[in-house]
């Protein structure tokens, strides 16, 4: 088996799909917003941090059905599934800064958390040579600083729905994408 280069890794790894991930961050967001308009702020905040904490297993589970299958283990290692695994891992341990933040200002937790997880959007951008993920990683941030600070007393509804909004237009984008670098748009 010939091995092949980071460039052609990358070059494969373009034409990924790159939805179940989105599509589990937004299912998951919406539910963490529906628990935020309908519970008390703790149990909010246990559903914050269950459904972000449940996030990357929810995509593996959806990826069956986009045709990505990331547990598919016939497909060749791919240095950038790692260089995502490492993302996913660096999602994790921001909670090291949100959990403090959260104790001492228990509203602060969809900012903290939201802002923090998305960050894992930036690498993707360079992985795959688009703007999508700078897009997706700094509308979320201003959004969703710009509603932590005009809607207070709706924190844990208006986050995640901000949250929501950008996964939809990504997704958008990112189907779009896929099917130009893979020559499906009908041309």
């Known amino acids: 088996m010939m091995t092949r280069t980071l460039e052609e890794q990358r070059e494969e790894y373009k034409r990924r799909r790159f939805i179940a991930m989105p ?3 937004m299912v998951m967001w919406a539910l963490i917003g529906i628990a935020g308009a309908v519970l008390p702020e703790q149990v909010a905040a246990l ?12 995509g593996l589970f959806v990826s069956k059905f986009t045709g990505e299958n ?12 790692s260089l995502f695994l490492q993302t996913v891992a660096m999602a994790l341990l921001v909670f090291s800064i949100a959990i403090p933040f959260y104790m001492l200002v228990p509203s602060s937790l969809p900012l903290s ?29 201003l959004l969703i600083v710009l509603f932590w600070y005009l809607l207070p007393e709706y924190r844990f509804v208006t986050i995640p ?27």
């Open 23 to 25: 599509i589990a961050g």
């Open 47 to 58: 559903c914050l941090f269950i459904g972000t904490g449940s996030i990357l297993y929810l």
């Open 70 to 81: 990331y547990l598919d283990r016939s497909r060749p290692k791919n240095a950038f599934d």
């Open 113 to 141: 958390v939201g802002i923090l997880t998305g960050l894992m959007w930036l690498p993707l951008s360079w992985a795959i040579g688009h703007w999508v993920g700078i897009f997706h990683s700094v509308s979320r941030t």
């Open 161 to 187: 729905a901000v949250i929501v909004v950008i996964y939809a237009l990504t997704l958008m984008v990112l189907e779009k994408r896929y099917r130009r670098v893979n020559h499906l748009d009908g041309e």
